[in-house]
């Protein structure tokens, strides 16, 4: 599976950004994807999970209310909709992939549970 973030940019706080990680390979039709993010000086964090077969979902509670994770089966695509932004939202975003079940809970955040990794996109939030 290959995976390609992408829609990144500058943005002032409480503003909105939508990313997308079109998949190619294989249908990601039964997959857990995630969302991750690598802020400046902090490791990185995941904060957003979905598994593909049903469309259950799961966020940490910093981006809960706020963010949005969806995909499109027939595009074969992963999306981001950020809502609200905050400065400390800046960093890399990465998305992720995996053919297995999501558990549905924290452990869909941790990125040794991912063996398919997009390239990343560059998200600012500026006060």
């Known amino acids: 599976v290959q995976l390609v973030d992408s829609g990144g940019g500058s943005v002032q706080a409480v503003g909105s950004l939508s990313l997308s990680c079109p998949a190619s390979?294989?249908?990601?039709?039964?997959?857990?994807m995630g969302w991750f993010r690598h802020a400046p000086g902090k490791v990185r964090d995941g904060f957003a999970a979905?598994?593909?077969?049903?469309?259950?979902?799961y966020y940490a509670g910093s981006v809960k209310g706020r963010f949005t994770i969806s995909h499109d089966n027939a595009k074969n695509t992963l999306y981001l909709q950020m809502n609200s932004l905050k400065p400390e939202d800046t960093g890399m975003y990465y998305c992720?992939?995996?053919?297995?079940?999501?558990?549905?809970?924290?452990?869909?955040?941790?990125?040794?549970?991912?063996?398919?990794w997009g390239q990343g996109t560059r998200v600012t939030v500026s006060s």
């Open positions: 979905i598994y593909t077969g049903v469309g259950s979902t």
């Open positions: 992720a992939a995996v053919r297995a079940y999501c558990s549905g809970g924290f452990e869909d955040l941790r990125e040794y549970e991912y063996n398919y």
């Open positions: 390979g294989y249908t990601i039709s039964n997959y857990c």
